[in-house]
Each structure stands twice: as C-alpha cells, then as structure tokens.
C-alpha cells in the first residue's frame, strides 16, 4: 500500500507539472501544433480545384513582355477592359496604388517642367475610367499600419457601421492607428474597398486572419470579406456569440466562426487548387472566356522580385493573393476552422484522464495491459481529434495531450518495470534447479537480464525418452513407486546434464528436454552434448544391475541431439513463464530421438553435431534423412557408439557399412546388398539392425527402382511403425 500511495504521488507531481505548464504557455508546443494540423490539412480538402474563384496574375511572363514593375496603369485599364468581355461576377484587385503612375506620360512631361500644346494620356486617370466604367464591380485594397505619422486621406474607406449596432465588448479587436489608401483618383472610382492585411500572430507561419480592424473608432472589412460581401449584395453584417461559444460574422446566409479578434482560423487547400491565368495571356487574348463564368477574378502579382510570400501550413510559400483566395473560398464553402472557447477546458479534462487511466492500470501490474490501454486512450484521442477537425470543423490544439500521453506510459512503463524487476530476482532462483552452479553464478551476476532476453543463438538440443514406458508404467501400478522409479533415473541424468554445462529446459513425463550455450555461452557445447548422451547411456548400466534379468523395470533410453540456430528466452504468460528454447532445429532433435525407433539405436545426432565435434568418437554415417515430406532439407544422422576412435575392426565394419551407402545412393543397389550382407553375417558390438534396415530397402529398389529416394522421410507414419 505504502508504494501504491508513493507512485500516486509521482504521477500527481507530473501531472500537475504538465497542467500548469500548459496553462502558463499555452503556445509552447505551437511548432508541434502546426506540424499535426499541417498532416491534417493536406487531407481535408482533396477537391482539385476551386470553383468559385480564378486567379489573374501579373507574374514573370507578364513583366518580361510588357515592362519592368511596377506596370502602368494603362495596362491595367486594359486589363479590366478585357475582362468585362467576360461572365464574371466581381473583380478584386490586390495591389495598392498608393502613388500616381511615374511611366505615365502626363506625370513625366509634368516632372520635367515641360510645356506641351498636346494633351499626354494620364494613365491614373485611363485606369480609373475602367474602374468606374466597369459593368463589373470592381474591389480596391488598402492597408492598415501602426506608426506616429498620420497619412492625411481626402475619403475613408467604406465601413462597416450597421456593426455598431452588434455587442462586441467581449471581443478584442485590432486597432489600427494608420491607413495608407489608394490615390484619391482611383479610390473614388472603385465600386468598394478592404484591406489587405493578413497577419495577425506573432508565429512565424499563418494560420489567423483578421476579417474586421477598428480605426477610428469604425469597423471595416477586409478585403476577402468586401468581396463576398459584394458578390452577396448585401450590407447587412452583423457579429454575434454563439452559446457562449464562439463569435460570428453573419453575412445574408453566410455564418462566419471568428475569434475574439475577429480573426478567422484558414483552412489551406493545395497550391494549385486556384486556377492561375497569365495578365499577360488574358491581354493578348489567348485564353478561354468560359473558364470566367460566375467567378471571383482576383488580380494580384507573383513577381519572385516583386511579391512577399507568407509561411503556410500546407505550402511552404504562398502569395497575398492566394492568401485572399483561401479566406474567401473557405468563407463561401464554409471549410473555415471554428474557434471555441470551451478548448482550453477541454484540453485539460483529457490530459487529467488519461493520467487517471494509466494510474489505475497499475493495479494490473502487467506492461502488456498499460500499453493497451494507451493505444485505447491514443485511438480515442486520434478518433476525437479527427472528428472535430474534419466534421466540426474545430481544431483541437493536441500537442499538449499527445505528449502527456507518452509522458503518462512512460511513468507507468517504468514503475511497472521496477516492480517486474523484483519479480525477476525470483524468477532467477527458479533457474538453479535447473543449469549448474556456475551458469547460476554468472546469470544472477548479470544486472542488465542480458541472459533472460528472447534472442536466436546457435545451441545444442539434447532429447533423451525411455523405451516402452508405458508397458512400465502397467507393470509398476502404483504412483508412490513410479514417482520413486522416475527419480531414480531422473537425479543422475539431470546431473550428468549439469556436470557438463547444459541447462535442463523440462521433463515431458519420462522425457528430458536440454540444451546447451544458453542462457549462458560455452564453447564446444556439440561435445558436452553428446559428452552426457554416452555418459548416460553408462550410467544406465549402473542403474539396471538393481533389476532382475530380464524385468521389465529394466531402463533403455533413446537420444536425440541437434544443433543449430534456435530463439531462446523467457516465453510465456505473464503469470506462468518459462526460460526455454523454440525453433526449428527444436523440433528436428525431437525427430532425431524418434527416429531412433526406427534403426533401434540409442543415440543419433545431426549433421550440425557431427561436423562440430572436437574430440574423438566411435560414429558412423547411419542415413540422409528429411523431416519434412519431401527431400527438401535433407540431411545426414549418425550412430554414436562410445567416446573414442574405434578399433581396427570397428573402423573397417564402418567404412564398409558407408561405402554400401554409398552405392546405394548411386543406385547400384546389388553392390550395397552385397555388402550389407556381408556385414550382417559377422560378428559385431556395433547395431547390426540399421544393417538389416538398408537391406531391405536394396532388396526393394531391385524389384522396383521406383521405390528408390536416396532421401528417408521421417514423418509420424515411420516413427509409429
């Protein structure tokens, strides 16, 4: 319990450190916030491209062809005048001409003092005659600064009055204490105008903008919203709270979400969303009237030498005047973001739930459990996430949660380690039972659990089983005197395995399962292996002298041993575990011992044992043998008979038995019978059954060679023979 309250308190002190810093900088994690809304946008609006709005644009090709920037004016007016040939709906121009076109010949001849009978063209004043001539109402923009010059203005911009009706003392909009507004020539002439302004945050990409600024103790709109209001027609705006929620800008049957900086949150499309036409191409009339069919035409410039692009969360650069586009577009497909000022609220709830949610799985104590209840609560959170931003429309700032939440399993992953660790230390012990006294030493030594790790390792695998226990265990019938009979066979074995650095992995009934060169490493393990098998096999001989001749308690065991690549480790489940070996080389020692019912001897290893053997034995090549159904993976066993070269005739009874091998892989099948036979017939301290086992499978192929495989397939048909 005094732990329970101990690990209480360090997840209260987190908590409440993660809380308050969020509630005194809100804005830490601003950079990981736009990284998150940045993958969202970019699959919000997947629609190609805008159909409301087109793009006219004084880019490089249209600097190139006609002048150096910035243009004069009489291109201008022939810009407009071509676009009246089309089916537009409103024209916004995004470009200030705060000062009288200098290329104009009026203002040249004027600048130079100069006295001339003809009367110049002034392209200010050709320009705006197209302004107000247009059959198209056409849109100006200015721009709002704050500086201690005043700027001295003939006319104010059109104003949002009617909103002095609308209560906004809970909103905090921007002032502006200066204006620096079209000449007067061309501000009169434009149908209405806005301002340009955009940035409204301190960040370094652009995610709010203003759609209202104070001056002057009036209200005026800004560009995009002038624009919609003309497309509208309508002059009535108003602003209202929404249940206490949020604010909004209604206009006709528009509901626009804004802050309480009159601010709207942009919701980016992709950079060729808006179709972008050359100005250069629409005065040389190479372009399609069609395409011009109801649209917003916004009139802005691209020059890379000219123009100031704006950090976004989708594009890296965009210019004003895509800027404008996207506030509009958003506006009138109402994919705008809307900003609610129950967030904070609720951005605090979830971080304290998901610190609850993970306390609470400590009672569990299971890593397992924790983490799935992570992912729950990380589903949840993605799910909550998505569903506002996607079909609310409202952007959940959820870079403060997401780290709370690793922050929360990484202080329950680490107590729960630490309660596992003491788990382990009695865990450990279960090991001494089990591998000798030295590997015990070293593994216990080992503060890091290098040793317990699941990881695959080139062992030895040892299967011992005794024969016709079950006839045994008929005879016996009692469970105090079998158990006693079992131990008697069991302690000596388990210390020969012991003795010779293997780890006793479990008995299987009458069953012994071993392995060596792990959990702890050991050279020549092969040997120590097969070491043990012929020692055991001795040990036998000690063990059944207390049998009557013949009795059939008498005791006589069948070997398997294999070596090769197998993971090793402790598996299992969380309340019941085991440090054991799996894998295919596993399962092939098991075969191994099996397959010893079929050439009735009483140890075989694999070719891996064979060919890693340091020291000297009495072994013959027995069979090539594959344990799966077809000859794929075939490899060569071999009979162990004693430690130590054979003797003279030992070694010829071994040549000739795997030179008649030999032949009857090249299927001369008489030559090997011949031998086999030979070899039946003599005198021998080595298995003469395996002899008797290959003469049959000569004397088979002589009738029918399409009995023959040089491969024997070991599968449970054989082996229950």
């Known amino acids: 319990m005094k732990a329970l309250f101990k690990y209480l308190a360090i997840f209260i002190i987190v908590f409440c450190?993660?809380?308050?810093?969020?509630?005194s900088y809100?804005?830490?994690?601003?950079?990981?916030?736009?990284?998150?809304?940045?993958?969202?946008?970019?699959?919000?609006?997947?629609?190609?491209?805008?159909?409301?709005?087109?793009?006219?644009?004084?880019?490089?090709?249209?600097?190139?062809?006609?002048?150096?920037?910035p243009w004069r004016r009489d291109l201008f007016a022939n810009l407009i005048y071509e676009l009246q040939t089309t089916n537009l709906k409103v024209i916004g121009v995004d470009i200030l001409f705060s000062k009288e076109?200098?290329?104009s010949p009026f203002n040249v001849i004027k600048t130079l003092n100069l006295k001339i009978d003809k009367q110049l063209p002034n392209y200010d004043e050709l320009f705006s005659k197209a302004?107000?001539?247009?059959?198209?109402?056409?849109?100006?923009?200015?721009?709002?600064?704050?500086?201690?010059?005043k700027q001295k203005i003939a006319q104010k911009p059109y104003s949002l009055k009617i909103l002095k009706k609308t209560k906004i003392d809970d909103m905090n909009i921007l002032e502006a204490n200066n204006i620096n507004m079209n000449i007067d020539l061309l501000q009169s002439s434009a149908y209405s105008t806005g301002f340009l302004n955009i940035i409204n945050s301190n960040s370094s990409i652009l995610t709010n903008v203003p759609l209202i600024i104070k001056y002057e103790n009036e209200l005026y709109p800004s560009f995009a919203l002038e624009v919609i209001r003309t497309l509208k027609d309508n002059k009535d705006i108003s602003i209202k709270k929404v249940d206490n929620s949020y604010h909004e800008i209604q206009l006709d049957d528009l509901n626009i979400s804004v802050d309480k900086k009159a601010s709207l949150s942009l919701s980016y499309y992709k950079s060729n969303y808006f179709k972008t036409i050359s100005a250069i191409d629409i005065l040389n009339k190479n372009y399609d009237k069609t395409i011009f069919n109801n649209k917003i035409v916004l009139l802005g410039n691209s020059a890379l030498d000219v123009v100031n692009l704006n950090n976004t969360l989708v594009d890296k650069k965009l210019s004003s005047t895509q800027i404008h586009a996207t506030i509009i577009e958003n506006i009138l497909n109402k994919d705008f973001f809307i900003n609610v000022n129950w967030q904070d609220n609720f951005i605090s709830a979830t971080i304290f739930i998901i610190f609850a949610s993970l306390f609470l799985t400590l009672f569990f104590n299971k890593l397992l459990f924790s983490s799935y209840i992570s992912l729950l609560l990380l589903f949840f959170i993605s799910f909550g996430i998505f569903y506002f931003f996607y079909i609310e429309n409202i952007i959940?700032?959820?870079?403060?949660?997401l780290i709370s939440l690793i922050i929360a399993f990484i202080c329950t992953t680490t107590i729960i380690f630490i309660k596992k660790t003491k788990e382990l230390i009695l865990l450990k012990k279960k090991f001494a039972a089990k591998v000798s006294s030295n590997v015990m030493n070293d593994i216990l030594k080992d503060e890091s659990n290098h040793y317990l790790r699941t990881k695959q390792k080139d062992i030895t695998i040892f299967f011992s089983d005794i024969i016709g226990f079950s006839q045994i265990t008929?005879?016996?019938?009692?469970?105090?005197?079998?158990?006693?009979?079992?131990?008697?066979?069991?302690n000596p074995m388990t210390k020969i395995i012991m003795k010779n650095k293997g780890t006793v992995d479990k008995f299987i009934g009458d069953s012994i399962m071993a392995y060596w060169n792990?959990?702890?490493?050991?050279?020549?393990?092969?040997?120590?292996?097969?070491?043990?098998?012929?020692?055991?096999?001795?040990?036998?001989?000690?063990?059944?002298?207390?049998?009557?001749?013949?009795?059939?308690?008498?005791?006589k065991i069948r070997i398997g041993i294999n070596s090769g690549k197998a993971y090793v480790g402790e598996m299992g489940a969380d309340d019941r575990n085991d440090y054991t070996a799996l894998g295919s080389e596993v399962n092939k020692a098991s075969i191994l011992e099996q397959a010893c019912k079929i050439y009735k001897t009483s140890c075989i290893i694999s070719q891996s044992v064979k060919i890693a053997l340091k020291k000297d034995y009495t072994i013959r090549l027995l069979d090539t043998i594959s344990i799966e159904d077809t000859i794929k993976g075939a490899f060569n066993i071999y009979e162990v008979f004693k430690e130590g070269k054979p003797t003279q005739e030992e070694q010829i009874q071994i040549d000739s038995f795997e030179k008649a091998l030999g032949f009857y892989y090249k299927k001369e099948f008489q030559k090997a019978l011949d031998i086999f036979q030979k070899l039946e017939n003599k005198n021998s301290n080595l298995n003469t059954y395996a002899i008797s086992f290959h003469i049959k499978r000569?004397?088979?192929c002589l009738m029918n060679t399409s009995f023959f495989s040089p491969v024997t397939i070991i599968n449970k048909k054989l082996i229950s023979k």
Do not use: R
């Open 698 to 700: 000569c004397k088979k």
């Open 474 to 490: 008929n005879q016996i019938n009692d469970p105090e005197k079998l158990t006693k009979y079992l131990n008697k066979y069991m």
């Open 518 to 555: 792990a959990p702890f490493s050991v050279t020549n393990h092969q040997d120590l292996a097969l070491t043990s098998a012929l020692e055991q096999l001795k040990a036998l001989e000690e063990i059944n002298k207390n049998y009557e001749e013949n009795s059939p308690l008498k005791i």
């Open 131 to 149: 302004i107000k001539n247009s059959s198209k109402p056409i849109i100006l923009g200015y721009h709002f600064f704050n500086n201690s010059f």
């Open 101 to 103: 076109d200098i290329n």
């Open 17 to 23: 450190s993660i809380f308050f810093t969020f509630k």
């Open 396 to 401: 959940i700032n959820s870079a403060f949660i």
């Open 26 to 69: 809100p804005n830490l994690l601003s950079s990981l916030d736009n990284q998150i809304k940045s993958f969202l946008l970019k699959h919000k609006n997947k629609t190609q491209q805008s159909k409301n709005i087109i793009i006219v644009d004084i880019d490089d090709k249209s600097i190139s062809q006609t002048s150096q920037w």
